[in-house]
């Protein structure tokens, strides 16, 4: 995806994902975390330990997470340019339900993998077309 179109989209159809990213990135922002570039989004690593989320063009990443992380995050960015408003009902809230029923039960043995669900699935490979993508664009 190009830059403009993700911009457009994330400030018009994807806003109500985007301006709740921005709430928690000036939030962090304020607590002094720096924040750099993935891609078309901004990322700040916070804490260790608990993975990442994403709000559109803002990433939050643990400080120890690999790079793909970041890249997944930046997936979900690009869902939330197609999903717009209905993001939080298709992507958002299964994939923090999801992620947090895992995490507290984590004694438990899962049939499928974490990155197995449609909605995981298609935000690494988005995620992962986009690295490629940027990497050759430079
Ligand atoms: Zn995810």
């Not at 921005?22 to 916070?46: E, M, P, T």
């Not at 958002?92 to 995490?103: G, K």
Request: positive net charge; charged residues 20%.
């Amino acid at each position: 995806m190009r830059a403009f179109l993700f911009y457009l989209l994330s400030f018009t159809w994807g806003l109500p994902i985007t301006a709740a990213g921005f709430i928690c990135a000036v939030f962090v922002r304020l607590c002094g975390v720096r924040s750099d570039r993935v891609g078309y989004c901004r990322r700040f690593r916070v804490g260790r330990g608990w993975g990442g989320f994403s709000l559109g063009p803002f990433v939050f990443v643990g400080e120890d997470e690999p790079e793909s992380t970041a890249w997944h995050e930046h997936g979900h960015g690009i869902q939330n340019c197609f999903f717009g408003p209905f993001m939080i009902f298709l992507v958002s809230i299964p994939s923090a339900v999801r992620y947090w029923y895992r995490r507290l039960n984590e004694n438990k043995r899962f049939r499928h993998a974490y990155g197995d669900i449609w909605f995981e699935a298609q935000a690494t490979r988005l995620g992962e077309k986009q690295r490629g993508r940027i990497g050759r664009d430079k």
